[in-house]
């Protein structure tokens, strides 16, 4: 339950991001290089958690790997 609350709170904190990028239509004050060393992490992450079969480590990283990557592809759009 810890891993799996854990899990859901990390990946929410991702979401104002996102929000906040298409609402504002700028990215300019974003680093890319955080978020696709971040993206690589979270990558890694998943690969883990699906070797260990971990329900919360796969989950999280699945969410968190599609909300980085929507904030880099918005980042390269409203540069």
């Not at 298409?22 to 690969?47: P, Q």
């Not at 999280?60 to 980085?68: D, E, F, G, K, Q």
Request: positive net charge; glycine residues 4%; charged residues 10%.
């Amino acid at each position: 339950m810890i891993g799996l609350l854990a899990a859901i709170l990390t990946t929410a904190a991702y979401l104002p991001q996102v929000v906040k990028v298409l609402r504002d239509k700028s990215a300019k004050d974003i680093s890319l290089s955080m978020y696709l060393v971040m993206f690589t992490g979270v990558v890694l992450w998943l690969v883990y958690g699906l070797y260990h079969n971990s329900a919360p480590i796969i989950f999280a990283n699945i969410i968190t790997s599609v909300l980085t990557l929507a904030v880099i592809v918005l980042k390269l759009k409203y540069k």
